[in-house]
């Protein structure tokens, strides 16, 4: 039988290939986590993984056929798939990043693009109980700081520091703040002193070097560390905050429950409709991330 969503046109029964594109590709555990999730949802689906460049993306993504539901993306692909979308949910629209493609999800057969990395924060967020954000702290000012900026904006935050190299970086997180009600504020990264907030997002490289004073500045007003990092694990920042007796918590939440939120999308076409069994399947996806040999 076709499923159809209220407006979100008809999702193809037969298409069953999905993967993760991105460059370098190797290190994702997005693989593992789909294929824990399928087994327990009865999906007979398989999720592999290309690397793929942004000046290839175009081609490999017209190559496709209609066995293929739907692509997860990473870096440096968001842009480049923000633009082969007919349509984007609001996240996508906000941050101009696209981490998701839907390909059998309209009538037309146009790709529809999502932006799970803002969901995925907010609940890796709700793992630690914190709901509400009144004001925070951004690390670093690249693609995954403006979806670090729009999760916030929907916990509540009115006040955000932006901790920059190059302060003029943060000018766009300026603008989009003033779209989302948010005062952001560019700092200096090596600056001494800093604002204490309850939170502090991360979306410095994992191979980023900073200088010791510098992340201990951060560290010791910075509250919880949410550290988008995954595959370079610790960070300078993570062994920081270790020192000043404070949390951090590694990319894998945000990974997790962006991939949840991804399912949700490949198999009813909307990110905000929960599935039978999820809980089930959110389980076995946590399982895969302490021992990958579980899938």
């Known amino acids: 039988m076709v499923r159809r969503q209220p407006g979100l046109g008809v999702l193809t029964p037969g298409a069953t290939r999905l993967e993760v594109w991105g460059d370098p590709i190797a290190h994702s555990r997005s693989p593992q986590l789909h294929a824990a999730a399928y087994a327990v949802l009865g999906l007979d689906w398989s999720y592999g993984r290309r690397r793929v460049d942004a000046a290839s993306f175009g081609q490999e993504l017209a190559g496709l056929d209609r066995e ?6 990473t870096m440096p692909l968001k842009a480049v798939a923000f633009a082969a979308a007919a349509t984007r949910d609001r996240r996508a629209e906000l941050t101009g990043a696209v981490n998701t493609l839907l390909l059998r999800g309209t009538d037309s057969g146009m ?3 999502f932006n799970t990395d ?3 924060i907010v ?8 709901t509400v954000v009144p004001r925070a702290r951004i690390v670093g000012a690249g693609a995954t700081a403006t979806s670090a900026l729009v ?4 916990l509540g935050a009115s006040e955000v520091e932006v901790a920059a ?3 003029e970086a943060v000018h766009a997180l300026v603008q989009l703040g003033e779209r989302l009600g948010i005062a952001v504020s560019p700092t200096p990264l ?9 939170v502090t997002i991360a979306t410095l490289p994992g191979e980023a070097q900073l200088p010791a004073a510098v992340a201990d500045a951060l560290a010791r007003s910075g509250g919880l560390l949410l ?3 995954y595959g370079h694990w610790p960070t300078a920042l993570s062994d920081a905050w270790e020192r000043a007796g404070a949390p951090a918590r590694s990319g894998l939440g945000m990974l997790l429950h962006q991939a949840l939120l991804q399912i949700r999308i490949f198999r009813h076409g909307d990110p905000d409709m929960p599935m039978d069994r999820e809980d089930e399947a959110l389980a076995a996806m946590r399982r895969v991330l302490v021992d990958p040999h579980t899938a």
């Open 118 to 120: 803002v969901g995925g």
């Open 165 to 167: 190299r190059r302060p």
């Open 190 to 198: 090596a600056a001494s002193d800093h604002p204490a907030v309850p």
């Open 151 to 154: 999760a916030l904006s929907e």
């Open 68 to 73: 293929w539901r739907g692509l997860s993306l």
């Open 111 to 113: 790709p529809r693009g």
């Open 227 to 229: 550290d988008v990092v």
């Open 123 to 130: 609940r890796a967020l709700s793992d630690d109980r914190i």
